[in-house]
């Protein structure tokens, strides 16, 4: 490939295809995200490539994708978003990938459950409001690494078995080479230098190839647990960050698989250790005024305030998109550095909002804590900027700021604060009870929430009727 691994932006289908030319694209991948998340592909040889196909977009079936179409209105299109062009570093031939929105065939109107579309109608919506003119969104997604990963579910036998060379049950095991037994233990990785940490290389050619994409990065370091990294990208728009996350999961996966490891996304993969959370980063600015400074608590405009208050008061329905498996309820306890106590703080890791420190009024922020990375980034940053909104719209008072540990607190205390939901039941049914600040100028549509409370429902049902192994444990002999 002539040019080296970036990102673009063109104008006119004309330039991208000159651009191919003059790079000698042999492929084109057209990538979009289901429901869940999970980025899907199609791949072009760049002779089918021409100005009809990026105008009109590519018919593929839609009903192939959980939670999309039936069977008997199956066709969709895939149109390219030339805005969002990057190369794509682990293909054999020069490719590149391209970014699309998901439309109805009929009107060629986006497809209400298609979620890039989703992000776009909520930046589309700010600017609607009046409020202001940008979200900026900065994710901070962590992940596991591991050697070895096995797992059953049948009829006869449920189970799991992981294994990772950091892990601290390794350090007894006999090794060919030796055991040579620098190893964090529970809760003992954040950060320790190596040998002890063996992520380093790892996780700097991550950082790298993400870079090589054309988001533009910050940094890398080991996590708490064993085996638990991030990286950091730097924050965007709202739709571009959410593009970006699905970059940096590509990235994640396939760097991992070239070293022989596999990396995940599960926020909770490990018993007893801490989980992978996604800590998104939020402000609103309008032209270049940053509209979360002022002069109240840490700094913090009103309006800032208001858009605490949003999310403190939809959070649950907000766990329905932010955390969205029964897995991530197994991380959103108390204990692990999950922040399920829904309140406010400046600089305080316990709380759900948090208000980072900052020497600028441009950095001026809130971090909300209790997403995780297993969430679809474009419905989890469009369903917060909603709820905000809802906030700064209504004027919504989040209360008092806490700054105390707030796991330290007494419990008559304790239990006046409220708290995430414990369950994926739960947060389906909060987002049951509580949706119509996402519905909010046709943002999200009542059919998408339906069919996404209908498709994690399935996931509900096959994690409550599953027995589990810790159930043989505790009732065989009864």
Known sequence: MATTAQQFKFKTPGDFLDFTKENEIVYVDFVFADLRGKQQHTTQHISTVDEALLTEGIYFDGSSIAGWKAINESDMILLPDLNKVCSDPFAAQPTVKVFCYVLEPKTREHYERCPRSVAKFAEDYLKKSG??????????????VFDDVKYAVRMNKVSYEIDSEEGPYNTDRVLGEGNLAHRPQVKGGYFPDAPMDTGNDLRAEMLSIIASM??????????????????????????????????????????????????????????GDNGSGMHVHQSIWKGKTPLFAGDKYAGLSETA????????????????????????????????????????????????????????PKG???????????????????????????????????????????????????????????????????????????????????????????????????????????EYKNYYSC
């Not at 991030?230 to 699905?246: A, P, R, V, Y």
């Not at 399920?340 to 420190?357: D, G, T, W």
């Open 214 to 271: 054309g988001v533009e990065v910050e940094k890398h370091h080991h996590e708490v647990a064993p085996s638990q990294h991030e990286l950091g990208i730097k924050f965007s728009t709202l739709l571009d960050c959410g593009d970006n996350m699905q970059i940096y999961k590509y990235v994640v996966h396939n760097v991992a698989a070239a070293y022989g490891k596999t990396a995940t996304f599960m926020p909770k993969p490990i018993f």
């Open 131 to 144: 409020v202001g003119d940008t979200a900026f969104f900065g994710p901070e997604a962590e992940f596991f």
């Open 364 to 470: 001026k922020r809130v971090e909300v804590r209790f997403p995780d990375p297993a969430a679809n980034p474009y419905l989890a940053y469009a369903a917060m900027l909603m709820a905000g909104l809802d906030g700064v719209k209504n004027k919504i008072n989040p209360g008092d700021a806490m700054d105390k540990n707030l796991y330290e607190l007494p419990k008559d205390e304790l239990a006046k604060v409220p708290t995430v939901c414990g369950s994926l039941r739960d947060a389906l049914d909060a987002l049951k009870a509580d949706h119509a600040f996402l519905l909010e100028g046709n943002v999200f549509s009542k059919d998408l929430i339906d069919s996404f409370i209908e498709l994690k429902m399935e996931e509900v049902l096959e994690f409550e009727t599953m027995p589990h192994p810790i």
């Open 305 to 360: 305030l208001h858009y605490i208050g949003g999310i403190i008061k939809h959070a649950k329905a907000l766990n329905a998109f932010t955390n969205p498996t029964t897995n991530s309820y197994k991380r959103l306890v108390p204990g692990y550095e999950a922040p399920v106590l829904l309140a406010y703080s400046s600089r305080n890791r316990s709380a759900s909002c948090r208000i980072p420190y900052c020497g600028s």
